[in-house]
């Protein structure tokens, strides 16, 4: 394991000399109360440039990453993050502007920002967007909160919020924070929502359906415009989860199929760096009957000129400071004008192609327990394989010997044992090939020498983590080791 | 492991009645299917609680569950040792890994409950 900076330091070892400072130097305690003021030194381990250099090197070789290999994670849309993104993003007039500089200065970041928002419109197929939301799970209550105004406006804010047992985790957490009740509706026997079991919430105590399409099984809700149809005869909205926009666009708009309301990630489907390398975006686009309460400002463009719109009356607010992660806004807008407008369908046709073509090889080797073609991801069980002591967790953990990245596991919930395959469509055929091997050569471990499995993994920088002990008593500070 | 002479859910809570009392626990089942447990979020005594009401929820590495209450009553005790020993329900889940003990309401609620064969049914025991 590598050492950390802490353990590595010496007393006095120093890396840059800072200049003398050139502003007048205040006095903490005059400016803040006195409960926020530190106590002690802030603590920082003393180190030499080139020690530091050194310790983030040698993690990013250790590390695993788009830029090494596939990184098959069902439901995160890994897919590569084109380099030329970052480069426009770090573009000094991208960089260098405040975000309080006065509108007639920064009219190319609000043309883009207006831009990449009709953009959004049109692939969705939606009337008007807020690119504030800083992630998916923000997304889902900015975007529901729209929804609450709507039905405050209606008059009557009403109760409950289906969702199908099928749905991502950050949705019933959504719906309980918008003030309603969600309840759990169980999928049918093909994956998808059952109108039956639907049919009985449709009452004017509904105030709407969450979906994600294609849902987490991986499966396209063919009855959506059906579904949308039940749920706008009792005045009810349909939300949709866009965590899987990857296998629709240019293919079909939710707008279309009769979708009120959506959040795009951007850092899914439109190529900008998760994580660590985010941070995220999760615009809400809406219909025009919901355009009246989404965030403001608004950006407007009249007389040639861009402007930020503050005067919007029954507008939710503001979700976010300044106007969104403005940097992965403009790593969107130059992937999808670097893709065009044919680029963009290409992109969810080869996902939804590399998807069912690894489906199609391991289908054969692990159980496919939701039978149907894929879209652009899919959920194998590792279920039968608990006759030789293999758990899904391990088989997870031998790919990582075998050089990969694991796939989603555990997720969905309704299939026990879940290994949740999205290869995207950035990887060529040898990568799906080498990756198919990889997960065939487990499948044989597994009944031939099953230990191999269970005490992966063995080539790592790493073995297996204790996450039990962990989870049970986090360690959080370098302070809680030493103490 | 399903032990005769409790009542269970299809849920997979397992119910030992004895006079008013229920006590209440996850099957051995649940357990190996939830993995190590790291966490477990439970009740307050008194609290009122329904059929199908949560009234605990369990944290797994893998996921995170929901514990729902099999009888209509009032909880009378909370075994607040799980609190800090959370593995009692891996270890022992029908014994020192006990959730709760309800008082129970309405006797008729244990008609709805499913015996132990029928439980090992449910579970392709």
């Given amino acids: ?483 | 492991m399903v032990l005769d002479g409790l009542y269970y859910t299809k849920e997979h809570e397992w119910v030992k009645v004895e006079g008013d009392i229920a006590s209440v626990g996850i099957t051995d089942y649940a357990q190996g299917e939830l993995g190590d447990v790291v966490y477990v979020e439970l009740p307050s005594t008194n609290k009122k609680v329904s059929v199908g009401d949560t009234f605990s929820t369990i944290e797994a590495v893998k996921a995170v569950s929901d514990v729902y209450s099999p009888v209509s009553g009032e909880i009378v005790e909370v075994h607040r040792e799980l609190a800090t020993v959370p593995d009692l329900i891996n270890k022992d889940p029908y014994g020192s890994g006990w959730m709760t003990k309800i008082k129970i309401a309405n006797h008729d609620d244990i008609k709805n409950l499913l015996s132990a064969d029928e439980y090992r049914k449910l579970i392709g025991e």
């Fill in chain 1, 1 to 483: 394991m590598s050492e950390l900076l802490w353990e590595i330091e010496k007393e006095g070892r120093i890396g840059v000399k800072l200049p003398k400072s050139d502003v007048p130097k205040y006095e903490s305690k005059k400016l803040l109360p006195d409960n926020m003021v530190r106590k002690s030194e802030a603590k920082f381990p003393q180190l030499a440039e080139q020690q530091v250099v050194r310790h983030f090197v040698e993690l990013s070789a250790k590390n695993y990453h788009l830029d090494k290999s596939i990184y098959p994670l069902g439901s995160c849309t890994m897919k590569y993050n084109p380099k030329i993104n970052e480069r426009l993003a770090n573009l000094a007039g991208f960089t260098k502007i405040h975000p309080l500089t006065p509108d007639e200065y920064v009219q190319g970041a609000l043309e883009i920002m207006s831009e990449l928002g009709n953009g959004f419109c049109k692939i969705g197929g939606m009337d008007a967007i807020t690119l504030q939301p800083a992630a998916g799970a923000h997304g889902e209550i900015t975007g529901l909160m729209i929804m609450r105004r709507y039905h405050e406006a209606q008059g009557n804010p009403r109760k409950n919020v289906v969702i199908p047992d099928s749905s991502h985790g950050t949705n019933p957490a959504s719906i309980v924070l918008s003030g309603w009740q969600p309840i759990e509706i169980k999928s049918g026997p093909d994956g998808k929502i059952d109108l039956k079991t639907l049919e009985k919430y449709l009452d004017k105590d509904l105030a709407a359906l969450m979906v994600t399409n294609p849902n987490t099984l991986g499966i396209f809700e063919s009855d959506i415009e059906k579904v949308a149809d039940m749920l706008h005869s009792v005045g009810a909205q349909l939300y949709m989860d866009g965590a899987n926009m990857n296998a629709l666009l240019g293919i079909a708009r939710p707008g279309d199929f009769g979708v009120d309301a959506l959040h795009y990630n951007l850092h899914k489907t439109f190529s900008t760096p998760h994580g660590g390398g985010g941070p995220g975006s999760g615009p809400v686009a809406v219909k025009n009957h919901l355009e009246p309460f989404i965030p403001k400002p608004k950006i407007v463009f009249a007389n040639g000129k861009y402007s930020l719109d503050w005067d919007i009356q029954q507008s939710l607010g503001k979700v976010q400071a300044f106007w969104g992660a403005f940097a992965v806004i403009v790593k969107a807008y130059a992937y999808i004008l670097s893709l065009g407008a044919d680029g963009i369908r290409k992109t969810s046709e080869d996902a939804v192609l590399n998807s069912n073509y690894l489906r199609a090889i391991l289908e054969k080797y692990y159980d496919l327990p939701y039978k149907s073609t894929s879209m652009h991801e899919f959920v194998l069980s590792g279920e039968f394989l608990k006759k030789y002591g293999v758990k899904t967790l391990d088989i997870a953990k031998r790919l990582l010997d075998l050089g990969f990245h694991a796939p989603t596991i555990y997720f969905p919930l309704i299939v026990h044992e879940a290994l949740m395959i999205e290869p995207t469509e950035t990887e060529p055929l040898e990568t799906l090939d080498a990756f198919a091997d990889a997960m065939i050569r487990i499948r044989k471990e597994a009944e031939e020498n099953p230990d191999i499995l269970k005490s992966a993994p063995h080539d790592t920088a790493v073995r297996r983590l204790d996450d039990v002990a962990a989870n049970r008593n986090p360690i959080l500070t370098w302070w809680d080791v030493k103490s």
